[in-house]
């Protein structure tokens, strides 16, 4: 995501590159290019040009330390502003009544019921919230369906009127059906169309109005750039909704939706969404996507990820485990494991300042540890806990057993012995304090 804007944003810096003082002339020349790359991005002329012209005042106002380059001053002036436009903080859900009731809108296509699957998941597993799912999608045949499977796949109840094709009444019914049966929140899946029209906002606007939600969210495919910007003014001059989620991320984007739709409706994006998985949803951060978009990475949110996933007391046993080099093959699958739940090794890599670039013409295999599994699996209970007594016979059996032939067998025993050295290493004391030694040398 936003690659294409990140490149021409880059180079438009590299025009201060060695100039020894900022001038109005360099800074009007590496405006200039900003401003292309965010018209190409998509953003609107009127908010591309507003947003430049208040970096040029900024950086032009400013007494320059002698110790700051002036494409450095440029750059973080750009940032400062660009989180500013996609609003500054991130904004969660205000959650306070019993039972919290979320309305979710959007058109047709905009992965509204996938959104509202994950959203039951984020609440929750991260929130501790009793959650019920209502399909409210009365005329897409597939959209109860689809929400009772993604309701079973993170285990939340979904309340559904199979032969009712009155949403308003539906959202009323489930409404009742929470307060009776103890839900403390309520997230209610509308239908969509294929573009605004009377009819559809009628209905939700009744929905709206029966069920009083705490929270009505716009879901908006961020591929369809400036039309997405346009459709959320629509929906919110009629709703006045209370945020945004930014849905598809993981495709081909521009970035025009995340950039400008802030300033547009003046109502936070709250969530972005990238794939199918159900743990694929993230609060939006403006200032950690700044980074990203001007090629810092973001390892904030890389390091909430792995918390996630990494459980103190595991982590413990893993580190009494190496200190006594009793890592096993077990251990080192059960690490796999956990990098996996982070999500795509693309993406992850791409949170780390200067690698996405690296990464972007590199194409990783969702299935990549598949190899890794199936040796690991073919092992003994015993080989697995004992990796020294893989001898050649034992390689040769796995081999087979894995489907994988002996030279990638070794491979994976070489890693596996190179991930133990290193995790080793680092449990040290010695070597924990003759890094920070070295660190504060510099």
Known sequence: MFDNLTDKIERAFKTLKGEGRITEINVAETLKEVRKALLDADVNYRIAKDFTDRVKEKVLGMNVIKAIKPSELLVKVTRDELSMLMGNHASELNLKRNPSIILIAGLQGSGKTTFSGKLANYLKNKKGRSVLLVAGDVYRPAAIEQLKILGGQVSVQVYSEDDNKNPVYIAKNAVDQAKLHGFNTVIIDTAGRLAVDQEMM???????????PEEILFVVD???????????????????????VLTKLDGDTRGG???????????????????????????????????????MGDIVSLVEKAQEQINEEEARRMTKKLVKDQFDYNDFLSQIQQVKKMGNVKELASMLP?????????????????????????????????????????????????????????????????????????????????????????
Not at 265 to 288: C, T, Y
């Open 257 to 295: 939706a995340a950039i400008s739709i802030m300033s547009v409706v003046q109502k936070p994006i709250k969530f972005i969404s990238s794939g199918e998985k159900m743990d694929a949803l993230d609060i939006f951060h403006p200032n950690r996507m700044a980074d990203r978009i001007l090629g």
């Open 354 to 442: 200067g690698v996405g670039k690296q990464l972007r013409n590199i194409n990783f295999d969702d299935n990549a540890f598949k190899s890794i599994e199936s040796i690991i699996y073919s092992m003994t209970p015993y080989e697995r806990e004992n990796p020294g007594v893989m001898n050649g016979s034992r390689r040769l059996r796995i081999a087979k057993g894995s489907g994988n032939d002996i030279q990638e067998v070794n491979r994976i025993i070489k890693q596996f012995e190179e991930a133990k050295k290193m995790m080793k290493m680092m449990t040290n004391k010695n070597y924990a304090k003759k890094m920070m030694r070295k660190t504060s040398k510099k």
């Open 202 to 212: 009628d209905e939700i606007t009744s929905i709206k109005n029966a069920v009083n």
């Open 222 to 244: 961020s591929m369809t750039g400036q039309d997405a910007v346009n459709t959320a003014k629509e929906f919110n001059d009629r709703l006045d909704f209370n945020g945004v």
